[in-house]
């Protein structure tokens, strides 16, 4: 299990310098009149990498705001991430050592000490001394098998997950599951073929900064083909604010993390009482031609249509030279269209192979370079 994506902030006690130029200040009125005190915030910066790779910050006054893909950064992809909430902040950390070089004052994600509470309660939090999660996404992958991810995932479409419905994408790579008012405002489940998501989202990307011949390339579609060689498909819960919230998982440093072990567990045991099987059908004319029958498409489609005639009932007149060549390919197959069609045993289709699907669980090959952080965790 690893992470790719972490939403975080931190209030701190020195004002944030104003990354791109760009600022706004925030005055109160008062009957009349604008009160002192206002504090220097900034719009949201998007920091680009070397790879196609980003994060947004936002500096409001004292507290920052940071979310990104931290097992992206610095790579072309995240088929294998992060394992830990605390190397992902290491990493967000090391580019905001990078982003604030030049100025006097560099932030860095702390662990929490304390939790803060509404003055008069001794249950409501409204924040803490350290780095406040306010999104996850957890990750898992698994195989099932080249060639079997669109069956793979339609079957398990059909299983609901905590109360929600499940939604089979429309090019049948994913499945994702939301409320019955499409709503997903504490988990969001999905589970998606992970090569057909990284020829869409990043393969033209990749190419057009780097070059279709450049080494960035090669090594991602060698990800690519190695997914769709296994079948490889991709768990992923979104965790949204109030779901962390609600199971005490947003203070860095003070929450056990160890729950989303269990979560994603629950998660990836969807499958456990569902039986799929890949199955692999011929029609007529495609038996006609992979058999060696007809030699042309053309001629496996002309026979073929006997077929289909006589299972409506059609007699054919035998003597006709034309018949007797197609009876005599169909005869092959096991159509014999001289006697009357029995539809009860007739099909138009014959199942040629049929595999039961297996999913497990899969581990980095030796050639792929994991992630790395340079450790420096702040207490």
Request: proline fraction near 4%; charge should be neutral; include cysteine.
């Amino acid at each position: 299990m690893f992470f790719d994506w972490l939403g975080i902030e931190q209030t701190f006690d020195t004002p944030l310098p104003v990354l791109d130029g760009n600022a706004y200040i925030r005055v109160v009125v008062e009957q009349g009149e604008i009160t002192e005190g206002g504090s220097l915030a900034s719009p949201a910066f998007s920091h680009r990498g070397s790879f196609c790779d980003s994060v947004l910050i936002r500096a409001s006054g004292h507290c920052l705001v940071m979310s990104g893909n931290p097992s992206r950064w610095g790579r072309v992809e995240n088929l294998w991430g992060l394992r830990s909430i605390d190397l992902c902040v290491e990493k967000f950390n090391e580019i905001l050592r990078e982003i604030y070089a030049d100025f006097d004052f560099i932030p860095q994600f702390t662990k929490c000490t304390r939790v803060f509470y509404e003055d008069g309660s001794a249950m409501k939090h409204i924040g803490a001394d350290g780095a406040i999660i306010k999104e996850l996404h957890v990750t898992k992958n698994f195989t099932v098998g080249a060639g079997n991810e669109r069956k793979y995932l339609s079957a398990i479409s059909r299983l609901p997950y905590r109360n929600s419905v499940p939604n089979l994408f429309t090019n049948g790579f994913g499945v994702d599951w939301k409320s019955k008012k499409g709503n997903a405002s504490l988990i969001y489940p999905c589970i998606y073929a992970k090569a057909n998501e990284l020829e869409l989202h990043s393969l033209d990307k990749i190419i057009k900064t780097f070059g279709p011949e450049s080494d960035e390339v090669e090594h991602l579609k060698r990800v690519i083909d190695l997914c769709w060689a296994v079948g490889l498909v991709r768990y992923e819960l979104k965790l949204k604010y109030r779901y962390l919230q609600r199971n005490g998982l947003t203070y860095w440093g003070m929450s056990d993390f160890a729950k989303l072990h269990l979560l994603m567990d629950e998660f990836t045991d969807l499958d456990k009482t569902l039986s799929v099987s890949n199955m692999t059908f011929e029609t007529i004319s495609q038996q006609l031609y992979s058999s060696g029958i007809v030699d042309s498409t053309r001629a496996a489609n002309t026979t073929a249509m006997y077929a289909y005639q006589w299972m409506h009932g059609q007699e054919f007149d035998l003597n006709k030279s034309q018949t007797k060549t197609h009876r005599a390919r169909l005869r092959k197959i096991g159509i014999d269209i001289a006697r009357p069609c029995n539809v009860s045993q007739f099909s138009p289709i014959k199942m040629v192979s049929c595999t039961e699907i297996h999913r497990q669980e899969i581990m980095p090959p030796s050639w792929y370079q994991l992630p790395s952080t340079g450790l420096r965790l702040v207490g």
